[in-house]
């Protein structure tokens, strides 16, 4: 259910982006224990000069690959969101060649009434889901 929005430099393939995708899916069901065709993401790209992602003096050095993932979900615990954060970027340095220091993450916190995912429900209140 979190709505995960990917912002990242123009140029991959679409098997790259692809791959981008699935893993991070597969770290959010693994973290957050979401079902797995609880899946709404997606994919901004941009001309280089879009993307300003500086360090906030952590002394990382980002390149061209870099991904800032923003995902909006109802609310979840620290321990689940580090470890989003831990098997995100060991399946994303491991599968699409993305270092550690390149992915940014943000969650914003949401509640119950602030989903409706069609037939205009808001399903988390009717009992729908």
Known sequence: MPL?????MEGRTDEELQTLLDA??????DA???????RYQIVHQHKEGEMIIQDTGLGF?????VVVISMVSRP????????LYKNLV????????????????????????????????????????
């Not at 991070?24 to 069901?29: D, G, I, Q, S, Y």
């Not at 050095?61 to 690959?65: D, Q």
């Not at 979840?76 to 470890?83: G, L």
Request: net charge negative; proline share 3%; with cysteine.
């Open 76 to 83: 979840r615990t620290a321990v689940q969101k580090e470890t």
């Open 90 to 129: 060991e399946l994303l340095q491991e599968r699409c060649g993305i270092a550690p220091e390149d992915v940014m993450v943000s969650i914003a916190n949401n509640g119950d009434a602030d989903w409706s995912f069609g037939g205009g429900n808001a399903q988390f209140l009717t009992g729908e889901l």
């Open 4 to 8: 995960v929005r990917f912002d990242v």
């Open 24 to 29: 991070t899916h597969e770290a959010m069901v």
């Open 32 to 38: 957050f224990q979401v079902p797995e065709r609880d």
């Open 61 to 65: 050095e980002r390149s061209k690959n």
